[in-house]
């Protein structure tokens, strides 16, 4: 049995995950909280096998909480689930010590399966994350969740609107007070996320899809 503690300032989807979870026989979710000061607490108390935690929280938010659960208990894992898709907030919560990195509106069912795989120890992403972080973990048993729609961040879709637009990743850049360099790692991981071979075939699609976004 792989019990779980949770999380996240959304009682809404606190519930949601625990009425999915009720009848499982392989997961539990043993307790909740909406803040990180009292996930430290729970976590102390309840000593479970795995920590889901959302990285924006009141009180303490999921990197300092992640780090102190696993300072004091190195052999409970954390998985972070968050809306946060940008490289800085998957590098803070790594080096923390998740071993998972999910995103909120990947699914219920990639939930279960990046539950069983970081309780075993494993690191799982969602295919949605920015891929470059894999290479740290190349020596790992790494696994990737799958899904078959592709989920670009608001602000990956607004820069491919822009691209459709005939921006260039200088113009995209002072367009929105963003650093040129951060542009070019938006492209890059869209074209891992849409599975394209160049920036002249994500051009194509930014042109094809303009109109959907």
Do not use: C, W
Not at 12 to 26: H, R
């Amino acid at each position: 049995m792989i019990t779980v503690v949770m999380a996240e300032d959304h009682q809404m989807l606190i519930d949601g995950v625990k009425s999915f979870f009720e009848f499982d026989d392989a997961i539990t979710i043993i307790g909740s909280v909406n803040n990180g000061e009292e996930l430290v607490k729970l976590v102390a108390l309840k000593q479970p096998k795995l920590v889901i935690t959302d990285i924006r929280m009141p009180l303490m938010d999921g990197i300092e909480a992640t780090k102190k659960i696993k300072k004091n208990f190195p052999h409970i894992n954390v998985l972070a689930m968050t809306m946060f898709d940008q490289p800085d907030a998957i590098k803070q919560m790594l080096d923390a010590g998740a071993t998972g990195y999910l995103l909120k509106n990947s699914g219920i069912k990639m939930l279960h399966e990046a539950i069983e795989t970081v309780a075993q120890g494993k690191t799982f992403f969602d295919p949605n994350v920015a891929f470059n972080f894999m290479n740290s973990y190349i020596d790992k048993n790494v696994t990737v969740g799958k899904s078959d729609k592709i989920i670009l961040s608001n602000r990956e879709k607004e820069i491919l609107n822009l691209i459709a637009n005939g921006k260039t990743s200088k113009e995209i850049a002072e367009n929105l007070f963003l650093a040129k360099t951060t542009i070019d790692t938006h492209r890059k991981n869209m074209i891992r996320k849409l599975n394209l071979s160049s920036g002249n075939e994500l051009v194509k699609y930014a042109i094809d899809q303009k109109y959907l976004f």
